[in-house]
């Protein structure tokens, strides 16, 4: 924590020296788009993130989509992990995102309290068990989201776990602010900021919809976070432009100097051209 704000300092200081403002100073210290690092940055940290987009699949009662989705999980955290990448992040429903008509005890036509009785729990578990196992083989860091299962008669919470590259769950970031679905039928929301470091870059976690809230991010930056590692199953484009206006330094909206890579699941109905597959294998987060 005292490197960073040794970092901030120096940012400061350039930019009370020539007159910039504190995001021109900062450019300085950060990567130039053809990858070279300026001087100043030369003896930051860093670390080579992949972000992973994934299909959709809906029915936790799906045995074989489950196999699928972990089979696919597994197969671009091997493509990362070839393209030299320190860690892979995963969007929303990479395994499974239940849909609300499935799971709901008055459907398939109307929304309900959800019946987790109907999820393949056991299938679930042995893919994220198998991912883990992939973790460690691959000596890559694995953020992967997934349905966290409580004990009854409490609903399940809407997670993100963060696998070391010893194939550790090392913690678990619990979605916090639902929408009102969500938080009425579907999960229980999470309590508290998740963080961990890796390489000497410390990240934070942010889920589902929680991009619409910019007091998370100054949370984080309070938290000396360099980059908050967002996952979604919402609209790409939509996501794209919030994550951008979040990861801003000295952002209007938020304050925060975080970066903020974020991983959509790809719906085949959309209209944008999204696919399967990594979609920033050589991006490297810096610690500022």
Known sequence: MTARRNFKRQVRARAAKTGESYTSALRHFLPTPSGDVMSEARNLNSVRLAVAQTPVREDPRDVGALRGSGREVRALMREAGAQG????????GAICFPSKLVMSVDGPDAVGPADWDRCQWPVLRSELAAIAELARELRLWTVIPSVHRLSGPNRPHNSLYVISDRGEVVT???ERLLSKTKVSYMYSPGVSPVTF????VRFGCLLGMEIHYPELFAEYEKLDVDCVLFSTSGTPGNTAAQAQGHAT??????????????????????????ATGLRGASRTVHHR
């Open 85 to 92: 990448a320190r860690i892979v992040q995963f969007p929303e």
């Open 249 to 274: 330094p000295r952002s209007t909206a938020t304050g925060s100097a975080c970066q903020c890579p974020h991983s959509t699941t790809h719906r085949p109905e959309s209209s944008l051209p999204t």
């Open 172 to 174: 678990r970031y619990d």
């Open 197 to 200: 470091e890796v390489d000497g």
